[in-house]
């Protein structure tokens, strides 16, 4: 089992196979990294498994393929083979802009994946259009019915912006209801590669314009996520996840790991190791002994409003 300093059990692993990306989002990376890392400096499918293979034995229940926009990088659905192969208890997830699921779903879905989350922020094509600085609603529509389509299990990941899309939350909310597919409106987490001027919406002001059109209950917190649920009066259920909140990280039971090989213990701290060598070298017992230090030393709270991360999240995994 693995425990981190705080007697939280960790039981979930986000990876990032990429920090590469096709979209360029204004909340992530809205001007392209200078560079990108070069491929020789990112793990290979093989070794990337050969931990989570590790990380499974120690405890780990839960795997989410994350990015960047993961469906970038090539053979994804063999990556996925591996893991679920390997551990067909897992649960095994993906997170996407869904760009490209019209052609990948079905292939992933085949190789094991079990769910996915895909980030849906306007269905305004021209608002859609300029946070992720590209014509992508109508692909990103086409890949949500894919998804559903092909029985994968779908939610919607929905970040509202003041003065961007803070209009469509209801909106937003209407059409996954209608779908029968549950939302999950995440606060805006500042960090240091978003544009500038974004100004992002806290839950309560998200709930009251939530409240303008429909009614809800409070129905507890998702055993799986660290998200607040709420019922509306028809049975409809969606979640806030809400990062500035005091008791958010109280639940936490998450480590991540990048393509470059390095192991966060939370999306917004500075502190990672590197596991990158001792996988290089085999070394999967020592990789696995840093994770646990890693863990020993992970922080009882996020940072938010005492020090930005300097780590972009689309290297992180976000
Ligand atoms: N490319 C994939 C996607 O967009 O879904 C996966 C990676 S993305 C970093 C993961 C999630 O983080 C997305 O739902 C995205 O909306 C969210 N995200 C990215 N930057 C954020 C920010 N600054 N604040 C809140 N959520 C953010
Ligand atoms: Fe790409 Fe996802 Fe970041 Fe948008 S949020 S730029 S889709 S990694």
């Not at 960790?10 to 070069?38: A, G, I, Q």
């Amino acid at each position: 089992m693995l425990i981190d300093a705080h007697s939280r059990v960790v039981d979930y692993l986000r990876v990032s196979v990429t920090e590469r990306c096709n979209f360029r989002c204004l909340y992530c990376m809205p001007d392209k990294p200078l560079s990108w890392v070069p491929h020789s400096e990112i793990l290979r499918y093989e070794e990337l498994f050969l931990f989570i293979k590790a990380a499974i034995d120690c405890g780990i229940k839960k795997v989410r393929i994350t990015g960047g926009e993961p469906t970038v990088r090539g053979n994804l659905d063999a990556f996925i083979k591996m893991i679920a192969d390997y551990a067909p208890q897992v649960d095994l997830a993906m997170t996407t802009n869904g760009f490209l699921l019209n052609d990948l779903a079905e292939s992933l879905k085949n190789a094991g994946l079990k769910r996915v989350n895909i980030s849906l922020d306007s269905l305004k094509r021209e608002v859609a259009g300029r946070i992720a600085n590209r014509d992508v609603l109508e692909r990103v529509l086409l890949g949500i019915d894919k998804a559903l389509a092909v029985g994968l299990k779908t939610k919607i990941n929905s970040v509202p912006m003041k003065g961007i899309n803070d209009g469509e939350i209801c909106d937003i909310l209407g059409w996954c209801k209608e779908r029968g597919v549950s939302v999950r409106f995440i606060e805006y987490m500042d960090n240091a590669r978003a544009n500038k001027r974004l100004r992002g919406m806290r839950s309560d002001e998200i709930l009251r314009e939530i409240a303008s059109r429909y009614e809800y209950e409070e129905i507890g917190r998702d055993p799986k996520s660290p998200s607040r649920l709420f019922a509306l009066n028809d049975g409809y259920v969606f979640g806030l996840i809400e990062p500035h909140r005091e008791e958010f990280c109280a639940s936490c039971n998450r480590a991540r790991l990048t393509a470059q090989g390095l192991l966060a213990p939370c999306l917004y701290f500075d502190e990672a190791s590197s596991v990158k060598d001792r996988i290089k070298r085999g070394d999967i017992e020592g990789a696995i002994d840093i994770f646990r230090q890693v863990l020993a030393n992970k922080r009882e709270k996020n940072r938010f409003g005492e020090k930005a991360t300097d780590r972009a999240f689309y290297e992180t995994g976000g």
